[in-house]
């Protein structure tokens, strides 16, 4: 959903889009003397500009009834789980590439898991066993 904000400048955009082609309608108009060579400057510039000038309004208010968004961040959810932490050594998966913490739930409760030892592996994006 669009914040009052983007809404306000999209509005405010469209309105002046409108009136760029209503004047550029009328500048084509006032120089043609029939009747029947002003059409096409009407039917292109200041039909569409007069459409986009309602449009602009409507966006523009719009955006003033919707309430404004706070840019206070969001309180932590609290059951969100607390990211997964320990100080054992770094495990690894057989034939795996990537050294998790003891607790990461990609290897916890998996009796194949075994410490990494010196092997060089990359770091889990889950866990991430060490600073990067």
């Known amino acids: 959903m669009p914040t009052s904000r983007t809404l306000l400048w999209i509005g405010l955009t469209a309105a ?3 009136a760029v082609l209503c004047v550029l309608g009328w500048y084509g108009i006032s120089g043609e003397r029939f009747a029947e060579r002003q059409l096409p400057y009407l039917a292109s510039c200041t039909v ?3 459409a986009l000038i309602v449009a602009g309004a409507v966006l523009a208010a719009a955006a003033a009834l919707l309430p404004a968004r706070s840019v206070e961040p969001a309180p932590p959810d609290p059951e969100e789980p607390p990211p997964p932490s320990s100080d054992g050594p770094p495990l690894r998966v057989p034939g795996g590439t990537l050294a998790h913490r003891p607790d990461c ?3 916890a409760g998996r009796a194949e898991a ?3 030892g010196a092997a060089e ?3 889990c994006p889950v866990c991430e066993p060490w600073p990067p």
């Open 48 to 50: 569409p500009g007069a």
């Open 16 to 18: 002046a889009a409108g």
């Open 114 to 116: 075994t410490e990494a």
């Open 121 to 123: 592996l990359a770091p």
């Open 105 to 107: 739930p990609l290897v």
